[in-house]
């Protein structure tokens, strides 16, 4: 059983996310029908880039594309390992999204449990790794949706 989970590429995206989908040309993120993201796993960082050309690019490095979100979302931000997707982070304040909605959209995964204050869902046919966290910065609280290859995640058990 594990007792904690650490999660290297979701820990990234929150980190590179500063406040600020996908075309269906690719597998869309159905799971979150307000707003679908990208998460087939190895695109390319040209290929979301040509994605997300309707979105204003805010962020921008070998491994991290960060883009201003659109109503209800702040921010979605794009993790690359040697140019291949590997995880996503959308951005939300809480106050423009029912957390209860966002919570029922991983009826197709398996809750794991809780982690430092985040919720964490597995799905193994999309082998994706998916958290919901509620923070506050400042004067305003926000949600983040991440979601993580699972050939990405390290995983190890406390003694």
């Known amino acids: ?22 075309n269906d040309k690719l597998e869309m993120q159905k799971e979150v029908p307000w707003k679908k993201v990208c998460i087939k796993w190895g695109t ?11 979105y ?17 979302v702040n921010a979605v931000s794009y993790q690359f390992a040697e140019d291949s997707l590997c995880a996503v982070v959308v951005l939300m304040d809480i106050s423009r999204v029912d957390k209860k909605e966002i919570q029922s959209s991983f009826a197709d995964y398996n809750a794991l449990g809780e982690n430092n204050s985040s919720e964490l869902y597995v799905n193994y046919s999309t082998n994706t790794l998916a958290t919901i966290t509620s923070f506050q910065k400042e004067d305003s609280e926000y949600v983040s949706v991440g979601y993580a290859d699972l050939g990405n995640v390290i995983v190890s058990a406390e003694p």
């Open 56 to 72: 204003t690019l805010k962020n921008s490095s070998s491994t991290v594309l960060t883009y201003k979100g659109k109503y209800p």
């Open 1 to 22: 059983m594990l007792n904690r989970m650490i999660i290297s590429i979701l820990v990234l995206g929150f980190i590179f996310i500063t406040f600020n989908g996908c």
């Open 44 to 54: 390319s960082s040209a290929k979301v880039k040509d994605m997300m050309r309707t």
